[in-house]
């Protein structure tokens, strides 16, 4: 909350672009990316089409912006991972921040499961694929047999699955996502004993 006219006009222009991206994941979730218009996401925001051109000037723009707010996250936590030793300690911590970066990317995840041959033609499919394979990269030793790799892209699906498929399953949402992580974190952490020792 700056003490500066400028700080409180960019705080708030913060939080139009925020909106814009929520308000046109909810429209995209609902009734698909092809069928939605910029009129449209504006018309639900109640704001003009100049005010939503002012921060976007098209569906991409806004979709490309979600995928840039997720990367983010996922960047730092490849590189944190990076830096720190190889040890099954570093890996569960991993997957722990991992699993708390998706339960707040959870309806951009929706929409790409929902979405996958829009989220293939645009580039940020390619990326979100490479960062995957990075994140797995930190999760196997380098001479990891073939079934440790599964067990570690395993973890990492799990946990994206987890996120569609246990929505229609009962129980608290914490529970789910907590159920989720021990799974991954035994498979990750099979696969961390099953490496031969170089």
Same mark, same amino acid.
């Given at each position: 909350?700056?003490?500066?006219?400028?700080?409180?006009?960019?705080? &708030?222009?913060?939080?139009?672009?925020?909106?814009?991206?929520?308000?046109?994941?909810?429209?995209?979730?609902?009734?698909? !990316?092809?069928?939605?218009?910029?009129?449209?996401?504006?018309?639900?925001?109640?704001?003009?089409?100049?005010?939503? !051109? !002012?921060?976007?000037?098209?569906?991409?723009?806004?979709?490309?912006?979600?995928?840039?707010?997720?990367?983010?996250?996922?960047?730092?936590?490849?590189?944190?991972?990076?830096?720190?030793?190889?040890?099954?300690?570093?890996?569960?911590?991993?997957?722990?921040? !991992?699993?708390? =970066?998706? =339960?707040?990317?959870?309806?951009?995840?929706?929409?790409?499961?929902?979405?996958?041959?829009?989220? &293939? %033609?645009?580039?940020?499919?390619?990326?979100?694929?490479? &960062?995957?394979?990075?994140?797995?990269?930190?999760?196997?030793?380098?001479?990891?047999?073939?079934?440790?790799?599964?067990?570690?892209?395993?973890?990492?699906?799990?946990?994206?699955?987890?996120?569609?498929?246990? &929505?229609?399953? %009962?129980?608290?949402?914490?529970?789910?996502?907590?159920?989720?992580?021990?799974?991954?974190?035994?498979?990750?952490?099979?696969?961390?004993?099953?490496?031969?020792?170089?």
């Amino acid at each position: 909350m700056g003490g500066t006219m400028d700080g409180t006009k960019r705080q &708030r222009r913060g939080d139009t672009r925020q909106r814009i991206q929520d308000v046109a994941l909810e429209l995209f979730s609902e009734q698909g !990316y092809e069928k939605t218009s910029l009129r449209e996401i504006a018309e639900r925001l109640d704001v003009t089409k100049a005010a939503l !051109y !002012y921060h976007f000037k098209t569906k991409e723009d806004i979709l490309i912006s979600l995928f840039q707010d997720l990367s983010r996250p996922m960047d730092e936590l490849i590189e944190w991972g990076r830096q720190q030793p190889r040890t099954l300690e570093t890996k569960h911590e991993i997957l722990h921040r !991992y699993s708390d =970066a998706l =339960a707040e990317a959870a309806p951009l995840f929706r929409f790409m499961q929902e979405n996958q041959a829009t989220v &293939r %033609e645009l580039r940020t499919g390619e990326d979100f694929k490479d &960062r995957m394979m990075r994140m797995i990269d930190l999760l196997k030793e380098p001479d990891a047999d073939l079934k440790d790799q599964v067990r570690c892209i395993s973890a990492l699906f799990s946990m994206h699955a987890g996120m569609f498929v246990l &929505r229609d399953v %009962e129980g608290d949402p914490e529970d789910k996502r907590k159920a989720v992580l021990e799974v991954a974190i035994d498979l990750v952490t099979q696969a961390h004993g099953g490496a031969t020792p170089p």
